[in-house]
Nanobody, 115 residues
């Protein structure tokens, strides 16, 4: 089993910044990829960004140029730096990792952007 613990959510005004962190622990085997998803009320959960062990990353179009994903392989951690936040970024953000072909999810952290 792998446990994911997220932190860094909160309330911010439009144009502001937040940094999300997620650390994995437990029976870890070659976590790849690690990523962030989000789910707004009444909407499906969507991929925000994911990063592979070698550093390559993918972003959903709506966050390109504003969000940056990074990871620390030694700490089994992934981060999401969110800049120029918009009200439409409001959602619960979930950390996800794949280890030994199994997907694990964090408990979610709320991000609220006020206009």
């Amino acid at each position: 089993q792998v446990q994911l613990v997220e932190s860094g959510g909160g309330l911010v005004q439009a144009g502001g910044s937040l940094r999300l962190s997620c650390a994995a622990s437990g029976n870890i085997f070659s976590i790849n990829p690690m990523g962030w998803y989000r789910q707004a009320p009444g909407k499906k959960r969507e991929l925000v960004a994911e990063i592979y062990r070698g550093g390559s990353a993918n972003y959903t179009n709506s966050v390109k140029g504003r969000f940056t994903i990074s990871r620390d392989n030694a700490k089994n951690a992934v981060y999401l730096q969110m800049n120029s936040l918009k009200p439409e970024d409001t959602a619960v953000y979930y950390c996800k990792c794949v280890s030994d072909w199994t997907a694990y999810w964090g408990q979610g952290t709320q991000v609220t952007v006020s206009s």
